[in-house]
T-cell receptor, first 110, second 116 residues
Framework: EDQVTQSPEALRLQEGESSSLNCSYT??????LFWYRQDPGKGPEFLFT???AGEEKEKERLKATLTKKESFLHITAPKPEDSATYLC???????????FGPGTRLSVLP | GAVVSQHPSRVICKSGTSVKIECRSL??????MFWYRQFPKKSLMLMAT?????????EQGVEKDKFLINHASLTLSTLTVTSAHPEDSSFYIC????????????FGPGTRLTVT
């Protein structure tokens, strides 16, 4: 059974304090690993897709990396507007459904 | 690009009535749409998957007679909560996936349903 865990559950950072969020997964053949950002009361916003170990993607202050067992979302010099829940999801080679992790709630304090 | 809308954003209904939620892909054709439910401070729970022109596939434990899904076109899917009860109150989110080599799901803004 495909599974995704995320750590930490919650993270509080000071503005400018860089950190990383972890997404660990087990899947029968990885088709893709996806990162989303979700603000309270809103739908998830797509950030990145990673397909194979060693791949990296960047967008502004965010950088996602992928190994065979986990993915990291690195946040460099975060700002208060980066506060949100970050969700990780995987899709295996069998089927088209995503398996979501529980998310990491990030708070960036000014 | 890849914009998905949902309507309504909020709805309050009385127990026993039915509510329809629309999900539209605005700038792409969605061969597959997904319906999720999200409880407070929890992750997304997949309810069903629908492909255009065919019957929806429901996840285990989701009542197909209560949550009716129709995917009549490549840009529209609807979720009807029939005979709603207070325990159906939740945040419902749809997502859409384009065909071909694209694997990403693009999510709508969600619909907050409150059943009184």
């Amino acid at each position: 059974e495909d599974q995704v865990t995320q750590s930490p559950e919650a993270l509080r950072l000071q503005e400018g304090e860089s950190s990383s969020l972890n997404c660990s997964y087990t899947v029968s053949g990885l088709r893709g690993l996806f990162w989303y950002r979700q603000d309270p009361g809103k739908g998830p916003e797509f950030l990145f897709t990673l397909y194979s170990a060693g791949e990296e993607k960047e967008k502004e202050r965010l950088k996602a990396t992928l190994t065979k067992k986990e993915s990291f979302l690195h946040i460099t010099a975060p700002k208060p507007e980066d506060s949100a829940t970050y969700l990780c999801a995987v899709q295996g080679n069998y089927g088209q459904n995503f398996v979501f992790g529980p998310g990491t709630r990030l708070s960036v304090l000014p | 690009g890849a914009v998905v809308s949902q309507h309504p954003s909020r709805v309050i209904c009385k127990s026993g009535t039915s509510v329809k939620i629309e999900c539209r892909s605005l700038d792409f054709q969605a061969t597959t749409m997904f319906w999720y439910r999200q409880f407070p401070k929890k992750s997304l729970m997949l309810m069903a998957t629908s492909n255009e022109g065919s019957k929806a596939t429901y996840e285990q434990g989701v009542e197909k007679d209560k949550f009716l899904i129709n995917h009549a076109s490549l840009t529209l899917s609807t979720l009807t909560v029939t005979s709603a009860h207070p325990e159906d109150s939740s945040f419902y989110i749809c997502s859409a996936k384009a065909g071909g080599s694209s694997y990403e799901q693009y999510f709508g803004p969600g619909t907050r349903l409150t059943v009184t």
